[in-house]
């Protein structure tokens, strides 16, 4: 029988050397992956085109990508259909509204949309938060209940586009290098 170790460590059965031994293991485990709400979804890029629809998906200039395009990479289709379907449901409603939704407000939401209320507070919601998205302001700060408002973020952007100037620079760099020893 496998317990979990804070089982193994409060059991009586065992000696005091093996429930420090335990004890000091809990601190250890490391999980197995990367937990699936922390997860950012890449696929090969040379299929975006596909994914997305668009026949050149990175030209600056070409199509542009909206919201549901943009949470395909949080919430996959083909992993997450049902979250990815309430996540740009909940979007458009936001882009709607221009960008700020109150507590009110997202219970008509839940209501005309019919969209799970446990999967929309515990799973999209907090995902959206998570990445920079969507920030909530709640009425009393200090409370983790009670009334709040969520509105869109810039944050979201300022992540992905700090990550990609530094590549950038990266390869600048490395392409430089390699010029000079030319």
Same mark, same amino acid.
């Given at each position: 029988?496998?317990? #979990? ?12 050397? @093996? $429930? ?10 490391? #999980? ?14 040379? $299929? ?5 629809? &668009? ?6 200039? !070409? ?12 919430? #996959?289709? $083909? ?32 209501? &005309? ?18 990445? !920079? ?20 973020? @810039? ?21 430089? &290098? ?5």
């Amino acid at each position: 029988m496998v317990m #979990p170790n804070s089982e193994i460590a409060e059991n009586s059965v065992f000696s005091d050397a @093996q $429930k420090k031994y335990y004890a000091s293991r809990k601190e250890k485990t490391v #999980p197995k992956g990367i937990p699936s709400k922390e997860t950012f979804w890449l696929p090969d890029h040379s $299929k975006i085109h596909e994914i997305l629809g &668009k026949t050149n998906p990175f030209d600056e200039f !070409g199509a542009e990508w909206s919201a549901a395009d943009l949470l395909l990479f949080l919430f #996959p289709k $083909k992993y997450r259909a049902t979250q990815y379907e309430y996540a740009v449901k909940l979007m458009d409603f936001m882009v709607a509204r221009g960008g700020e939704l109150n507590y009110m407000e997202l219970g008509d939401f839940v209501e &005309k949309t019919g969209v799970s209320k446990a999967t929309l507070y515990n799973k999209i919601v907090p995902r959206l938060i998570d990445v !920079g998205m969507v920030e909530r302001h709640r009425k009393y700060p200090d409370n983790r209940k009670g009334p709040f408002k969520l509105e869109l973020s @810039q944050s979201f952007h300022n992540y992905l586009f700090k990550m990609a100037k530094e590549w950038r620079r990266i390869v600048a760099t490395a392409r430089s &290098k390699k010029q000079q020893l030319d």
